[in-house]
């Protein structure tokens, strides 16, 4: 089997720990003997094992790893965190041959992790299906190259091109999806670290913004009060999930409060004025738009933007369009 075949197996692997190892990376790990997987490992939840020390673990005749091949999707860190340097441990069973993915630019990292492991003699290969390994990780890379959150931007719009009628009747949302679209935001929701919405959409909707629908953690929940209006009897201040108040009024001072507080990706579920907040400054990589079958005839537009579409697929009667900011 090819190295590639290996790497693949490992970025399989590494999406166990989606929603889970935040903010660490999601690594997926693998380990080969004559031409057979003997161990297999991926990021344990925060503060637990990294994946090259599971899948280490995972071997049952140990002595195998002295003749085998270690494949990881990101380079082995080389510093004292959580958990010791997983390099360091490659080094300690004498593992000979390392396959790495890509780089990690973590400045605590960034090459340190392949210098100690060439240093100590073994077979080092960096590279293998790159783009796929630094896609995966888009995340972290987000977080340590730009100094902020992965964005996501996410809204559900109708027919006619409206994020939400002009009145209605109930402090509480106007769906637009089905069923199942609503569980694949809730599945979103688990998948990334914080959500963030503006003032009105507490106001209008007392949403929740947890999980309700899918096994996971709750995200942080971020909430746009500029004018300190919002009183903490709203659905989002209660013990479900970690609150932040924020005040900031621009899209990338948002980001550098976030960046601060260690959060490396985030959902914008916010109404037009949030969303196109941050889509007039430029700070988004995805937006996930939902269009249902129904209409408002008048009401709130969607946001205004341009980007790649990337994918499209239909939820029954509802289309999910994916787009990337190149």
């Known amino acids: 089997m090819s190295h590639e075949y290996y790497i693949t197996r490992c970025l399989q692997i590494a999406k166990n720990g ?13 380990i080969v003997h004559n031409n057979t997987i003997i161990g297999e490992g991926f990021t344990s939840p925060y503060g637990g094992n990294h994946a090259e020390v599971n899948a280490i673990q995972s071997v049952k005749d140990q ?37 790495i993915g890509c780089i990690d630019d973590n400045p605590e990292v960034a090459g340190q992790g392949i210098k100690k492991l060439k240093e100590a003699g073994c077979n080092v290969t960096v590279g293998v299906l790159e ?4 896609a995966h990780h888009k995340r972290f890379f987000t977080f ?14 109708t027919k006619d091109g409206f994020i939400a009628p002009s009145f209605k009747d109930e402090k509480k949302p106007v769906w637009i999806t089905n069923l199942y679209s609503r569980q694949l935001v809730h599945k979103w929701r688990a998948e990334e670290q914080a959500i963030l919405v ?20 709750n995200p942080v929940r971020v909430v746009l009060d500029k ?41 914008i579920e916010g109404g037009s004025k949030t969303l196109q907040l941050f889509i007039n400054e430029g700070l988004w990589d995805e937006a996930r ?3 249902g079958p129904v209409t408002f005839k008048e009401g709130i537009k969607t946001p205004v933007f341009s980007g790649k579409l990337a994918s499209e697929q239909h939820i029954k009667q509802d289309t999910l369009k994916l787009y990337t900011n190149d």
């Not at 783009?131 to 630094?134: H, I, L, R, Y």
């Not at 340590?144 to 719009?157: G, Q, S, T």
Request: charged share 20%.
């Open 198 to 217: 503006g003032t009105n959409t507490v106001l209008e909707d007392n949403p929740s913004l947890t999980v309700r629908d899918w096994i996971g953690y």
């Open 18 to 30: 989606l929603g889970t190892t935040r903010p660490n990376p999601m690594v997926g790990c693998a």
């Open 131 to 134: 783009a796929d390994c630094k």
């Open 144 to 157: 340590h190259n730009k100094k902020r959150p992965y964005v996501i931007l996410k809204w559900a719009e």
């Open 63 to 99: 002595s195998l790893l002295k003749t085998a091949t270690i494949y990881v999707t990101l380079e082995p860190c080389s510093h004292f965190g959580k958990t010791p340097p997983c390099s360091d441990l490659i080094i300690q069973y004498n593992i000979p041959n390392v396959v």
């Open 289 to 291: 738009v939902f269009t």
């Open 227 to 267: 004018h300190d209006t919002l009183n903490r009897n709203f659905t989002v201040f209660d013990s479900e999930a970690e609150t932040i108040i924020l005040k900031e009024n621009t899209a990338k001072l948002i980001c550098d409060t976030l960046y601060n507080a260690n959060i490396n990706s985030i959902i």
